[in-house]
């Protein structure tokens, strides 16, 4: 399944303003193609096939979420992107330069793979040195992505001292330290406090919102489901889905439940619902109308409340339960729920 | 190149491997220098089954006698050096700091050629150090056994102060081309210290004692041989030619597999 979609066309059928889409970046290799591109792309290690004939496509300029359970290659996957891992088979380019050149295209690539990887006994601001000084970058950006991802003030603290959550910060920043106009996170909210993970939210749409491509793998798909704009779905190497979040989450699943008071009005109230159209099933004390193909919730909700209104049944709720992100990741991996 | 080299430097500035390194390095340095001294006798002792020839006061009196304590220091150094050279590597892998440098220089070549001189460029000023304690050392150590030093302080002297750094330079970096090499291609501190310390310590001693060869071949020996400039076993030459050999060896299949391999950790 890989749809052709426009960034705007994502946007929309993610529900996000088409205000918010803002130009592709300026420069670089080739910016007409995705930001990301694979064919067939294969990785074995001895007889297991980790990752097996992958095509991706991540258009410029979305926040593209990458959803597979623990295992499924995720990170072979973003490994083979930033060039660590050598592919067995397929082929594919990351803003427009092939996967066999990667020194093309890294310098405006900003990563973050796994765990954040630092040195223990030299501080924040020395490790992002480290790395401002081989990429041959302005070491006076390290104050200014300190500051972004909350760490002004402890950068000259060992790194071994710093929590979980700042390490993961630091990961960030030390991503950041380019100005990348692709990122490339693996789990970036892990470790992070709830408060911690809303400024991750936040810094990816503002990332995003500065023109920077998001590709980003995560396990906690409420987050996903708020910021990504694209979803890859894959599972044991295996493309399940790749489109816009608005397209997966299209697929149905939406259900209205129903309340009536007293309890025992429910049967006659299902007995019409079901006269016009609605069947419902009972669960519980409450009836659930399965919205499955409905265009528009509204318009049944409001015939909902005017079969009751019209037998004087009193309604005590009447809400529409959306399917999750969750749901609709459950209902694609083989086997159910996530490992 | 020059950018990972600099980038090494950040790493290797760090206080522990400065007040570490430094200090096991003057340890090292005092200790073979005041055994050169104290162990001199007037007619010395020739190398024999494993043990290193003594100094003559007579020798120690020579042009040369000023760094002949830095000179024998060389051989402690390179295993000093070696631990260097291998934990810079191994710390990459198991720290996963390797994946960070390579997304940033994903050159693989010119992130291990710069590592590595880097790591050549550290080890040649700490030797600057050693020579100039040990040079401080030998002077008390020379009054108190009676052995003139006028002889130091001459241009015959001053030359073979350059030359006996030279060869004690080469000497600890082959050492730590071996560990860097054995870093690369074992990636475990652990595993890598082990089989590298296993060598160089207790079989190459073993060997030496049952095989009279040994001197001409096994690399430790020969790493010692052109820090000392040569011994009565091997010539100086025979010892750099073969070493620069086993180095060149050392550093093409470290290099081949570093380029090649998936990066995991």
Redesign the interface.
């Known amino acids: 399944m890989t749809p052709t979609t426009s960034v705007a066309q994502a946007r929309e059928s993610a529900g996000r303003p088409q205000g918010a889409v803002t130009a592709l970046p300026p420069s670089g290799g080739a910016m007409d193609g995705p930001a990301i591109k694979t064919h067939g792309l294969t990785k074995r290690y001895g007889a297991r096939t980790v990752v097996d004939g992958l095509d991706i496509e991540v258009p410029h300029g979305v926040i593209a979420g990458f959803v597979g359970p623990n295992g499924a290659g995720k990170t072979t996957t973003l490994?083979m992107l930033?060039?660590?891992?050598?592919p067995a088979a397929g082929e594919g380019r990351v803003l427009g330069f092939p996967l066999t050149a990667?020194?093309g295209y890294?310098g405006q690539?900003g990563?973050l793979?796994?765990?954040p990887?630092?040195?223990?006994?030299?501080s924040g601001e020395?490790n992002l040195?480290?790395?401002t000084?081989?990429?041959?970058i302005d070491p006076a950006r390290i104050p200014v992505v300190l500051t972004r991802v909350g760490l002004d003030g402890r950068g000259t603290d060992r790194y071994k001292t710093y929590s979980l959550g700042m390490k993961q910060r630091l990961g960030i920043a030390?991503a950041l330290l380019g100005e990348p106009s692709l990122l490339i996170l693996d789990e970036p909210a892990n470790g992070l406090d709830p408060a911690g993970i809303h400024e991750m939210r936040d810094l990816l749409r503002s990332l995003n919102a500065d023109g920077c491509t998001v590709f980003v793998s995560s396990h906690q798909l409420g987050e996903v489901q708020q910021v990504c704009d694209w979803l890859v779905v894959i599972d044991q190497g295996r493309m399940l889905f790749q489109g816009p979040t608005g397209q997966l989450m299209a697929g149905g699943g939406d259900v209205l439940v129903v309340g009536c008071q007293p309890e025992a009005d429910l049967p006659r109230l299902a007995a019409l619902l079901a006269r016009r159209g609605l069947p419902a099933a009972r669960i519980g004390d409450r009836l659930s109308v399965d919205l499955a193909g409905v265009a528009d919730s509204s318009q049944t909700v409001a015939e909902v409340s005017r079969i009751a209104s019209a037998e004087n049944l009193t309604l005590i709720e009447l809400t529409v339960t959306k399917a999750t992100l969750e749901d609709r990741y459950l209902n694609l991996i083989p086997g159910g729920p996530l490992s | 190149m020059i950018r990972s080299f600099r980038s090494e430097l950040l790493k290797l500035r760090r206080p522990s491997i400065i007040a570490g390194g430094g200090a096991v390095l003057a340890g090292f340095t005092v200790l073979a220098t005041v055994l050169t001294f104290t162990t001199a006798t007037a007619t010395g002792q020739a190398a024999q089954n494993g043990r290193y020839a003594t100094s003559t006061f007579a020798g120690l009196a020579s042009a040369n006698g000023l760094t002949r304590g830095f000179a024998n220091a060389a051989g402690l150094l390179g295993i000093l050096v070696f631990v260097l050279f291998l934990t810079s590597m191994t710390s990459e892998y198991n720290h996963g700091t390797l994946r960070m440098l390579l997304t940033r220089q994903p050159r693989r070549a010119r992130l291990l050629g710069g590592k590595f001189l880097a790591l050549v460029a550290v080890t040649a000023a700490a030797m600057v150090a050693a020579l100039l304690l040990s040079a401080a050392a030998a002077i008390p150590l020379a009054h108190s056994q009676g052995i003139a030093t006028t002889g130091w302080f001459t241009t015959a002297g001053l030359g073979h102060l350059a030359s006996n750094y030279a060869n004690a330079v080469l000497a600890v970096v082959f050492f730590g081309t071996a560990g860097f090499a054995l870093g690369v291609l074992l990636r475990s501190t652990t595993l890598a210290l082990g089989v590298g310390l296993a060598w160089l310590l207790p079989l190459e001693n073993i060997i030496q004692n049952s095989w009279a060869g040994s001197g001409h071949w096994l690399p430790g020996l020969l790493f010692g041989a052109v820090g000392r400039g040569g011994t009565n076993i091997v010539s100086y030459q025979a010892a750099l030619a073969l070493t620069l050999a086993y180095a060149a060896i050392a550093l093409t299949v470290a290099s081949t597999s570093f380029l090649r391999r998936d990066v995991t950790a």
């Open positions: 490994r930033l060039g660590l891992v050598r990667p020194a890294l690539v990563a793979i796994e765990s990887a630092f040195y223990p006994g030299l020395r040195a480290v790395q000084t081989l990429a041959g030390a």
